[in-house]
């Protein structure tokens, strides 16, 4: 999953995308409307999760141009705004969740995956082939019996992967999902990580490297 994180607090910003990106998230930052119109029209989120006083650009104009682009990104207010007025005039701005500061994380982090699995098709809130199972709210995989140990960047592949029911992913798609716009692109990050993730699920194998395309289930 691909987040932006849209707060002009830049302490709780970096905290909150250092807890989703634990969570194996991909997540970037902005610090202002403007940045953050600039990053949607460069990269495909599935949520922005917006702060609604925001400099340069005020959020609620910055959830109005989210709207109007007919964009599949979902969008979550995050405000110190807590009457019902305000939360109802978020969602008539089209935002599609509200969330007042102070905040749980955990609920926040529950709040995005919901939105996460609306903002292209619904998607099973467990992911399984054969013999391999992943649960994404209780961040669980087993092959079989057997749980896997896995990193967080291992778990996001290995989600992608198995959202993907059997179309081939490619390199470039697994960094843009679940890596941050801080990723090299010419690294070997993601064959690293996928042959990694190979020796974690053991034999017999479950990924399929597909020549000159990608990687698939």
């Given at each position: 999953m691909r987040v932006l994180v849209v707060e002009d607090h830049q302490r709780l910003a970096t905290a909150v995308a250092h807890g989703l990106r634990l969570e194996g998230m991909a997540v970037d930052i902005a610090f202002d409307g403007a940045d953050a119109l600039a990053h949607t029209t460069v990269n495909d989120y599935d949520v922005v999760v917006l702060d609604r006083d925001l400099p340069k650009i005020h959020g609620d104009d910055v959830c109005r141009s989210l709207t109007a682009s007919r964009s599949h990104t979902r969008v979550l207010m995050l405000t110190a705004a807590t009457t019902i007025r305000d939360r109802?005039?978020?969602?008539?701005?089209?935002?599609?969740?509200?969330?007042?500061?102070?905040?749980?994380?955990?609920?926040?982090?529950?709040?995005?995956?919901?939105?996460?699995?609306?903002?292209?098709?619904?998607?099973?809130?467990?992911?399984?082939?054969?013999?391999?199972?992943?649960?994404?709210?209780?961040?669980?995989?087993?092959?079989?019996?057997?749980?896997?140990?896995?990193?967080?960047?291992?778990?996001?592949?290995?989600?992608?992967?198995?959202?993907?029911?059997?179309r081939v992913v490619s390199a470039e798609e697994l960094l843009t999902r679940v890596w941050d716009e801080a990723a090299n692109p010419f690294s070997t990050t993601v064959k690293t990580t996928v042959r990694r993730l190979r020796l974690k699920l053991g034999e017999p194998p479950v990924i399929a490297t597909v020549r000159e395309a990608g990687y698939r289930i």
């Amino acid at each position: 999953m691909r987040v932006l994180v849209v707060e002009d607090h830049q302490r709780l910003a970096t905290a909150v995308a250092h807890g989703l990106r634990l969570e194996g998230m991909a997540v970037d930052i902005a610090f202002d409307g403007a940045d953050a119109l600039a990053h949607t029209t460069v990269n495909d989120y599935d949520v922005v999760v917006l702060d609604r006083d925001l400099p340069k650009i005020h959020g609620d104009d910055v959830c109005r141009s989210l709207t109007a682009s007919r964009s599949h990104t979902r969008v979550l207010m995050l405000t110190a705004a807590t009457t019902i007025r305000d939360r109802v005039a978020g969602l008539d701005l089209g935002a599609d969740d509200y969330l007042s500061k102070p905040f749980d994380f955990s609920e926040l982090v529950a709040r995005v995956r919901a939105l996460g699995r609306r903002a292209v098709m619904p998607l099973p809130p467990i992911h399984s082939r054969d013999d391999l199972t992943l649960d994404p709210a209780r961040r669980v995989a087993f092959r079989g019996e057997r749980r896997l140990e896995l990193s967080p960047k291992e778990f996001a592949v290995l989600e992608h992967l198995l959202a993907a029911d059997g179309r081939v992913v490619s390199a470039e798609e697994l960094l843009t999902r679940v890596w941050d716009e801080a990723a090299n692109p010419f690294s070997t990050t993601v064959k690293t990580t996928v042959r990694r993730l190979r020796l974690k699920l053991g034999e017999p194998p479950v990924i399929a490297t597909v020549r000159e395309a990608g990687y698939r289930i």
